[in-house]
């Protein structure tokens, strides 16, 4: 395997695909044709290629109720917790747990950041009776600690800020585990048993089911009478940065789109090859990608999308693309290009991304259409990022 390289002098020159241009030739020049034209072309060869197919509804799907706490975080807001269970006729079903928190004095239905979680979520809150969730495939939980990233949520600041928050653990999904069965004990069971691991890499993947899970997380919150659910924003860390653009680019009632260090297969660049490339990330991380995806390690110019389509499919939504200093394996400056070449597409709706030239500095926010920053420290997510996140939630109550 070749080694990451994080030398620009060393990038290998490239042309990147176009956007606008369809396969059969035609060129885009307006927005509906953009819409019915060349957008499903794109979302489908995203499927083709990388990502897979997300499954559609399921047969049955209930909402139970399993707590409500009328005082939380400090008493304001309210606190619930839901199972959310998919079945089908066959009998078989599948759920897992959403941890919702409602600013308690709001005088009509708010908007709602939704965001899948990495250790469960009594690792996210502060709170101590929050139930413990997140279980990998062999039924054990993936983290047992509590409150250990509860900086990587802010729940208490965006409730006082008029924002309810929205999470579930995306292992409950679909486990985070390279194993070509792990998919046997996600939510892809209830559609594809009979397959063989072989046959179900070949369309299915990990990201696309934790995509499908933030779908289903919105249409249950759509029963909620205290969220609007028409200002809802979707948001995810590393893989799960990946994934939030995935869910947006399939699901467009997501209205804003947070991207945080999603780098390769993100937001990043791909022919830049700089830090991961698709060559690492096929190699330790094969399940979140269908099979195909491999065959395109230490070929990356011969990919037929580049990342910057994936943030075109968001339009005209908002997007928000952040990065870390020194988080060089995600390439912070491929991560900013793709908003800027996004640009060609957000053009047609009317609205404006930024400049390939106008990298903002270190914890500066540069908002537009497309937003991007890139702040002091390593990967991960943390309160500066929120700020410019909530900057944004705030253009979408308008």
Not at 45 to 52: A, H, P, S, V, Y
Not at 82 to 98: A, Q
Not at 135 to 151: F, I, M, P, V, W
């Amino acid at each position: 395997m070749k080694e990451a390289n994080y030398d620009e002098s060393l990038i290998v020159e490239f042309t990147l695909p176009d956007v606008l241009e369809c396969l059969n030739g035609k060129k885009i020049d307006n927005a509906f044709d953009w819409v019915h034209l060349r957008r499903p072309e794109i979302l489908d060869i995203f499927k083709k290629e990388i990502f897979g197919y997300l499954p559609h509804r399921t047969d049955k799907t209930e909402y139970e109720v399993l707590s409500v706490k009328e005082d939380a975080l400090n008493n304001t807001a309210i606190r619930k917790e839901i199972r959310l269970t998919f079945s089908m006729n066959n009998g078989k079903s599948h759920s897992f747990v959403m941890l919702l928190y409602i600013p308690k004095n709001a005088k009509k239905p708010v908007p709602v950041y939704l965001g899948l979680n990495f250790k469960g979520n009594h690792n996210c809150t502060a709170e101590q009776d929050v139930l413990m969730t997140g279980r990998k495939s062999d039924g054990s939980l993936a983290d047992e600690e509590r409150s250990s990233q509860t900086y990587r949520w802010q729940f208490e600041e965006s409730v006082k800020r008029g924002f309810a928050s929205a999470t579930v653990c995306y292992h409950d999904i679909h486990p985070d585990e390279k194993e070509a069965d792990s998919w046997r004990k996600s939510i892809y069971n209830l559609f594809f048993s009979a397959e063989s691991d072989e046959e179900f890499h070949t369309h299915g993947s990990a990201i696309s089911a934790w995509a499908w899970g933030l779908s289903r997380m919105l249409d249950c919150l759509e029963a909620e009478p205290l969220i609007d659910c028409s200002k809802a924003m979707v948001h995810g860390h590393s893989r799960l940065g990946k994934t939030s653009l995935w869910a947006g680019a399939n699901d467009p009632r997501f209205k804003f789109v947070v991207s945080n260090d999603s780098g390769c297969t993100g937001a990043a660049v791909s022919r830049r090859c700089i830090g991961e490339t698709v060559e690492i990330i096929t190699h330790y991380f094969p399940h979140w990608f269908v099979s195909s995806y491999k065959n395109y390690a230490n070929r990356e110019l011969e990919l037929p999308l580049e990342q910057h389509w994936l943030i075109s499919l968001i339009a005209p939504r908002y997007c928000c693309i952040a990065s870390a200093a020194e988080d060089t394996w995600a390439d912070p400056k491929g991560e900013f290009l793709s908003g800027a070449y996004a640009n060609d597409v957000y053009k047609l709706f009317g609205a404006e991304t930024y400049a390939p030239d106008a990298m903002p500095g270190i914890d500066e926010f540069l908002t537009s259409a497309v937003s991007y920053h890139i702040r002091t420290g390593k990967h991960d997510q943390n309160l500066i990022d929120w700020q410019h996140y909530w900057l944004i939630g705030e253009k979408v109550k308008m």
